[in-house]
């Protein structure tokens, strides 16, 4: 007698009995991820999904920080959990600027690129905004999240309103008094030069002074503070 095929069992009524086979699995997980990621519906919930996940762990991780415990593993979770938020397309990829007009090639550009394909949530807006307002140029600024991949500043630049000459320095300035370290004057000769240390306590009075005075503004190339007096 021959021995049962592999995919037949015997049977003791002396019939072979057919047993299924199951196929052969061809499942590809990178394959499965790629589809759900280029999938419609994937994103919406996977936002969804990665901001709760991020509020719960870093509620968690702040708990730990403030009752000072578990230092390290806080650190550790709050990294891991900005690294899944970003996995979840929670990170910098475009940053919206209003109000640049002469900061962009002053610094501004190498503050925002270290935050490009960063974990937004990481982005403080607090931090990077003390960081943009110390540029010459910039009078103030406001940065904001705009999720799930933008920031956006705006800023107002300083307007310079004179030059201020002081220990033969050269220095552009505004109505306010503030200086704009590091710019070149050469491309504002059209503006009065005011001379004496107090300048900056005394611009807006001066500028205020010739605005008034038609007949005298289109005559006065310099001037010259005494004693604190124009």
């Not at 699995?25 to 994937?42: A, C, K, P």
């Amino acid at each position: 007698t021959s021995s049962p095929a592999p995919d037949q069992a015997p049977n003791p009524m002396g019939e072979e009995v057919q047993t299924a086979r199951l196929p052969e699995s061809d499942f590809n997980l990178g394959e499965f991820v790629q589809s759900l990621r280029t999938s419609q519906t994937f994103w919406p919930a996977a936002f969804g999904l990665g901001l709760v996940l991020a509020c719960i762990l870093l509620v968690l991780t702040s708990w730990a920080h403030n009752t000072g415990r578990f230092q390290l593993w806080s650190i550790q979770v709050q990294n891991a959990a900005l690294s899944t938020t970003a996995f979840f397309g929670l990170k910098v990829q475009e940053v919206e600027i209003d109000g640049a007009l002469r900061s962009s090639s002053d610094g501004l550009d190498d503050i925002l690129e270290r935050y490009q394909d960063k974990p937004i949530l990481a982005a403080s807006p607090q931090l990077i905004q003390s960081h943009v307002e110390l540029l010459p140029w910039v009078k103030t600024a406001r940065v904001e999240r705009a999720l799930p991949n933008k920031l956006v500043l705006t800023m107002e630049e300083k307007k310079p309103a004179a030059i201020w000459q002081h220990e033969e320095q050269f220095t552009l300035i505004d109505r306010n008094g503030d200086t704009i370290d590091g710019a070149s004057v050469r491309n504002f000769s059209n503006l009065p030069i005011i001379v004496g240390a107090q300048v900056p306590d005394k611009v807006e009075e001066f500028l205020t002074f010739i605005e008034q005075e038609q007949s005298l503004k289109p005559h006065i190339k310099a001037a010259v503070l005494v004693s604190g007096r124009r």
